[in-house]
């Protein structure tokens, strides 16, 4: 079956400007995670859905991050007023829920590059 | 507050050498614990897991043991090939609210022919 998916694959934007990211994850995948990857700061988690709710936000690294999931099913991750820091692969998973949260499924990611 | 680190890397090795990559873990509950892999030009995915002390996971030739006594989870294989060439994360997961993965910095292994 389809894995998860995110768009844009690449993004590239200019410093101040605010971005979306797209993921779709899995189909019947209740709980959808967004996580950043850079090569300083390794894999970092930014927040957790179960359904359409994030019980946890704990990882967002400012007030400039949200992150929104609607229909139990794709999430949108959006940066406002971009930095060069938030240059970075974020990467979406989704997973079953339940007992099974720590296997995660991962999408290929969205390069974004902040100029 | 819980945390996983990793053998730094790269590792290097031929083929058919002996793998391990150490993993330790600090944890005030009992997590599960994994290790994912990311192949070249590809996304993250699950190797292998366990969810209480003194289990073993196994995927495609790698095994790893959760050790509690000495918070412990290295990965290891007996036989790398080429094809094994990939980053490696140890992660750790507690479940139920908190869901999300905690991760190592990553090991990148390259196995030359």
């Known amino acids: 079956g389809a894995g998860v998916s995110q768009s844009p694959s690449n993004k590239v934007t200019e410093k101040g400007k605010d971005v979306e990211l797209r993921c779709d994850p899995i189909s019947g995948h209740t709980a959808l995670y967004w996580y950043r990857q850079s090569l300083g700061q390794g894999l970092e988690f930014l927040i957790y859905f179960q359904g359409n709710s994030a019980p946890d936000k704990s990882g967002l690294p400012s007030d400039r991050f949200s992150a929104e999931r609607t229909g139990g099913s794709v999430s949108t991750l959006t940066i406002q007023r971009t930095q060069q820091e938030d240059s970075a692969v974020y990467l979406c998973a989704s997973s079953l829920g339940g007992g099974t949260l720590g296997e995660q499924y991962f999408g290929p990611g969205t390069r974004l590059t902040v100029t | 507050g819980d945390s996983v680190t990793q053998m730094e890397g790269p590792v290097t090795l031929s083929e058919e050498a002996f793998l391990t990559i150490n993993c330790t873990y600090t944890?005030?509950?009992?997590?599960?614990l994994f290790w994912y892999v990311q192949y070249p030009g590809e996304g993250l995915q699950l190797l292998l897991k366990?969810?209480?002390?003194?289990d073993k996971g196994s995927n495609k030739g790698f095994e790893a043991t959760y050790r509690k006594e000495t918070t412990s989870f290295h990965l290891e294989k007996g036989s790398v090939q080429v094809s094994d060439s990939a980053v490696y994360f140890c992660?750790?997961?507690?479940?139920?609210?908190?869901?999300?993965?905690?991760f190592g910095k990553g090991t990148k292994l390259s196995v030359k022919p």
């Open positions: 992660a750790l997961h507690y479940g139920g609210s908190q869901g999300n993965l905690i």
């Open positions: 366990a969810t209480k002390a003194d």
């Open positions: 944890a005030t509950g009992y997590p599960s």
